[in-house]
């Protein structure tokens, strides 16, 4: 590898625009394949290449010019990741682990095999299939597009057969279907880990969702030493069988019994967002480590309490920059924008907070998320 590796980024959203804030001090310049110039990571990083992730002779083009290829997001074909590999393309996390994290049914299946934990599953086309499934786990189930749902966008929770129908109806293949799992909380695990297998773990991370999608983070998760040191653990497993290279979010139900999988993502997640303010060092900054195969930086946290809200685009559909001065009046939150188009429910930024109360962090980056975005519920917990 050349002395300035250049590590290029399928995907130019706001995960590699974060990237490159760790780019800079490590003097590794960035390139991405972005749809557009206006792409959130497009408009901080010199290097666009404006292409289609679709489009193997796309990715063929824009990877000649990358030392190391990683990703932005879950969606290149399996097969063109495959077939760049084979033309020699160094890419990581591998297409195998890629593909872990790509369809969800696939990964369902791979997980039970190797005997982790995962909430009951099954593959499928018809109806009579999800009643057989709820006859045996009860109702309501969640149905899931095993491919290219984000943010709660696929998972549908049906309570019956009529809606089982129409979820199937929209859908343009097999469904995975679930158990719906009584949730005591969902929590997070980030690893990073070295391709010859040298591994680092973040404090584990409550996640709290509101209708599927991510709104606050919670650090640390206020769980107990032996379910937290048990979270670890299937962090670690679970990197060691993907044979990972690079940053590695496991998402965890927490039944308040135990603990089952609920799905992987090969590269900087939402769940981390907190370690760009408040970690010794950022996800971004040991994916770049990790995927350049260089030593990994400290993950200690930098205060006893961390709290990240993201911040959602507002029903008016106003811009999260309106309100910039008012969220910055508080100096002790750090305030991350995306330069994304408001919409309604779109994720745009982030803040974080850190301190030594949990309930006072909170509070304040909670506020400061208000000045920006759509309000959270009263009612959260
Ligand atoms: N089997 C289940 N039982 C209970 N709740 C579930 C189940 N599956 C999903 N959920 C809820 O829906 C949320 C989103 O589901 P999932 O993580 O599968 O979707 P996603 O759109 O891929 O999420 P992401 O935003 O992480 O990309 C979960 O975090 C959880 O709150
Ligand atoms: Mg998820």
């Known amino acids: 590898m050349t002395q300035r590796p250049i590590v290029g980024i399928v995907g130019a959203g706001q995960l590699a625009r974060m990237t490159q804030q760790a780019a800079i001090p490590l003097g590794v310049d960035l390139c991405v394949l972005a749809e557009s110039p206006e792409d959130s990571a497009a408009q901080v990083i010199p290097g666009v290449f404006l292409g289609d992730y679709r489009s193997l002779d796309d990715l063929r083009r824009f990877a000649k010019n990358a030392d190391v290829i990683t990703f932005d997001h879950e969606l290149p074909d399996p097969e063109h990741l495959a077939a760049l590999a084979h033309e020699g393309r160094l890419l990581r996390p591998s297409p195998l682990s890629k593909r872990f994290a790509q369809d969800k049914s696939h990964q369902r299946r791979m997980l039970a095999l ?195 809200v993201n911040v959602l685009g507002r029903a008016d559909g106003s811009d999260p920059a309106d309100g910039l001065t008012a969220a910055l009046s508080d100096p002790a939150v750090a305030v991350h924008l995306y330069g994304k188009e408001a919409r309604p429910g779109r994720k745009l930024g982030h803040v974080t907070a850190l301190g030594d109360d949990a309930d006072e962090v909170r509070e304040r980056a909670r506020a400061a998320a208000a000045a920006l975005g759509e309000p959270l519920d009263e009612e959260m917990p």
């Not at 030493?225 to 060691?240: H, S, Y």
Request: net charge negative; aromatic share 6%; charged share 20%.
């Open 114 to 308: 190797r005997g982790f934990a995962v909430p009951p599953f099954a593959d499928v086309t018809e109806v009579g299939q999800v009643e057989a499934f709820a006859d045996a786990n009860g109702w309501p189930v969640v149905l899931k597009a095993p491919r290219g749902g984000y943010d709660g966008r696929g998972v549908h929770v049906v309570a019956d057969a009529a809606q089982a129908h129409e979820a199937l109806a929209l859908s343009d293949g097999p469904l995975l279907v679930e158990a719906k799992v009584p949730l005591a909380r969902e929590l997070a695990v980030l690893v990073a880990r070295r391709p010859a297998g040298r591994a680092v773990a973040w404090p584990v991370t409550e996640t709290v969702q509101v209708d599927g999608i991510l709104r606050e983070l919670v650090v640390p998760a206020p769980i107990g030493p032996a379910r937290r040191d048990e979270a670890l653990r299937l962090g670690a497993r679970i990197a060691e069988a993907i044979e990972l290279a690079g940053v590695m979010a496991v998402e965890l139900f927490d039944t308040g019994d135990r603990l089952l999988i609920n799905e992987l993502a090969c590269r900087p997640h939402n769940s981390g967002h907190w370690t760009i303010d408040a970690s010794a060092t950022s996800q971004f900054s040991n994916h770049l480590r990790a995927v350049l195969d260089w030593p990994l930086g400290d993950t200690t946290p930098l205060a006893a309490a961390i709290v990240t």
